[in-house]
C-alpha cells in the first residue's frame, strides 16, 4: 500500500504542478504581465510547485529529513540522473551564460545552505528569509540585464492565452491535485520507511527527489526524441537554485527545518556540492562549452555511487 501511495502520489503531484503552471501563465496573460516576469517568476514557481508543497507539509508534519532530504536529493538527481540521461541521448552546447550568472548563483546557493546548516542543524526563519532575498535579488539582475536570454528560453514555454474558465478549472484541479499528492506521497514514503526500517532521509533522498524530478526527465527525454532543442543546462541549475532559495527558504520561513538525520550532513550535502562543482570542469573539458555522451556517463555513475553510499 505504501508504494502504491507513492506512485499514486506522485502522479498526481505532477499532473497538479502541470495544470497550476497552465493557470498561472494563462493567468498572468490575461493580466498583461510581461513574459520576461512570467518566465522568472511564475513559470518557476510553478514548476517547483511539488517539491514546494512536499517539503513544506513534511516540515509541518514532523518530517524535516523528507523536507531538506528531497530538496538535497532533488538537486543530485537533475545533474547526475536527468542531465545525464539528457547528455547521453543528445549532446548539448552551454550558452556563456552558464559561467556568468548560472553556475556561480547556484554554487553560492549551495555553499550558502551548507553554511547555514552545518553548525546548529537547523534552517531558521532569518536564514530562509535570507535565502529567499538573494533569490529575489538575482531575479531582479535577470529582469534588468539579461533580458533578452530569458525570452528566448521562455518564449517556446509561454504562447496561448486561455479562457478564464479554463484558468480557474485549472487552478482548482490543480491545488487539489497537489494538496492530494502530497499527502499521499508523504504518507507513503514515511510508511515505507518504518516498514523497511530505513530512515526518512533515504526515502527522501531516493524515491521521493526522483519521483519530483520526473517531469524535468520527461521533457528532457520528449525533447531529444522529437529533436528539438534539448533542455538547457540553465534551466536545471536554474531549477536546482529555485529549489534551494525559494522551496527551503519559503519552508523554513513557515517553520524551522531541524535535521534530525545526520547523514543528510555527513553525506548527501556534500554530493550535492561536489557534482555541483563538477559540472564547471565537465563543460570546459575535453571541448569547450559542450556536454557529451562521456560526460553524461561520469554524471550518471556518480549518481549510482551516490546512491549506493546513501542505502548502505
Known amino acids: 500500500m ?57 516540515a509541518l508534519n514532523g518530517f524535516p529529513d523528507l523536507a531538506m532530504g528531497n530538496v538535497i536529493g532533488s538537486n543530485v538527481a537533475n545533474l547526475g540522473l536527468v542531465l545525464a540521461i539528457t547528455i547521453i541521448l543528445s549532446p548539448i552546447n552551454v550558452e556563456k551564460s552558464f559561467y556568468k550568472t548560472d553556475w ?10 551548507f553554511g547555514f546548516v552545518f553548525t546548529d542543524h537547523t534552517l531558521q526563519r532569518y536564514e530562509g528569509i535570507i535565502l529567499f ?28 492565452e486561455l479562457p478564464l474558465y479554463k484558468v480557474v478549472l485549472y ?15 508523504i ?38 526524441l522529437k529533436k528539438e532543442k534539448a533542455i538547457s543546462l540553465g534551466n536545471l541549475i536554474g531549477s536546482n537554485m529555485f ?3 525559494a522551496v527551503l527558504g519559503i519552508t523554513s520561513m513557515i517553520t524551522p527545518i531541524e535535521i534530525n538525520d545526520k547523514g543528510l550532513l555527513t553525506n548527501d550535502i556534500y554530493w550535492m556540492l561536489g557534482i555541483s562543482f563538477l559540472i564547471l570542469p565537465l563543460v570546459f573539458i575535453p571541448r569547450g562549452f559542450r556536454l557529451g555522451w562521456r560526460d553524461g556517463i561520469i554524471l550518471l555513475a556518480l549518481y549510482g555511487i551516490f546512491v549506493y553510499t546513501t542505502l548502505i
Open 2 to 58: 505504501n508504494l502504491i501511495f507513492i506512485i499514486c502520489g506522485l502522479a498526481l503531484l505532477i499532473l497538479g504542478g502541470n495544470w497550476l503552471l497552465k493557470a498561472a501563465v494563462g493567468l498572468s496573460l490575461k493580466l498583461n504581465i510581461p513574459k520576461i516576469v512570467i518566465g522568472m517568476t511564475v513559470v518557476s514557481l510553478a514548476t517547483s510547485a511539488p517539491e514546494l508543497i512536499v517539503s513544506v507539509k513534511s
Open 104 to 113: 556561480p548563483v547556484m554554487m553560492i546557493s549551495s555553499v550558502l545552505l
Open 133 to 160: 532575498s538573494f533569490l529575489t535579488l538575482f531575479l531582479i539582475y535577470l529582469l534588468k540585464f539579461q533580458k533578452q536570454a530569458v525570452v528566448d528560453e521562455t518564449e517556446d514555454e509561454i504562447n496561448q
Open 171 to 185: 487552478l482548482a484541479i490543480g491545488g487539489l491535485a497537489l494538496w492530494g499528492g502530497s499527502e499521499l506521497l
Open 187 to 224: 504518507e507513503g514514503a514515511v510508511g515505507l520507511a518504518e516498514a523497511y526500517g530505513v530512515s526518512k532521509r533515504v526515502i527522501a533522498v531516493t524515491v521521493v527527489s526522483v519521483g519530483t524530478s520526473i517531469p524535468e526527465l520527461a521533457a528532457s527525454i520528449i525533447a531529444v
Open 243 to 245: 529549489n534551494i532559495l
